[in-house]
């Protein structure tokens, strides 16, 4: 198992609000781990995060049916 994590910030360009985050992906299979740190799909995510309020709803919603 694999684990990647990251700190970003940022300013969202649809309502102008600024955050940070702390984004941990814990438990990941190898090849998967091995994925997303070599092709920095996790950068992307995190960034997109900050900039994109329908993603992070996603997010927030499927963390919170999971858990």
């Known amino acids: 198992m694999g684990m ?3 700190i970003d910030f940022g ?3 649809y ?3 600024t955050s940070a ?3 941990f992906f814990d438990q990941l299979p190898v090849a998967f781990f091995i ?4 092709n920095h ?3 992307d995510y995190q960034q997109r995060l ?4 329908a993603l992070y709803e996603t ?3 499927e963390i919170e049916k999971n858990n």
Do not use: K, Y
């Open 4 to 6: 990647l994590s990251g």
């Open 11 to 13: 300013t969202s360009i």
């Open 15 to 17: 309502d102008g609000h």
């Open 21 to 23: 985050q702390a984004v």
């Open 35 to 38: 994925h997303l740190s070599a």
């Open 41 to 43: 799909m996790q950068e």
């Open 50 to 53: 900050i900039w994109d309020p």
């Open 59 to 61: 997010t927030v919603n």
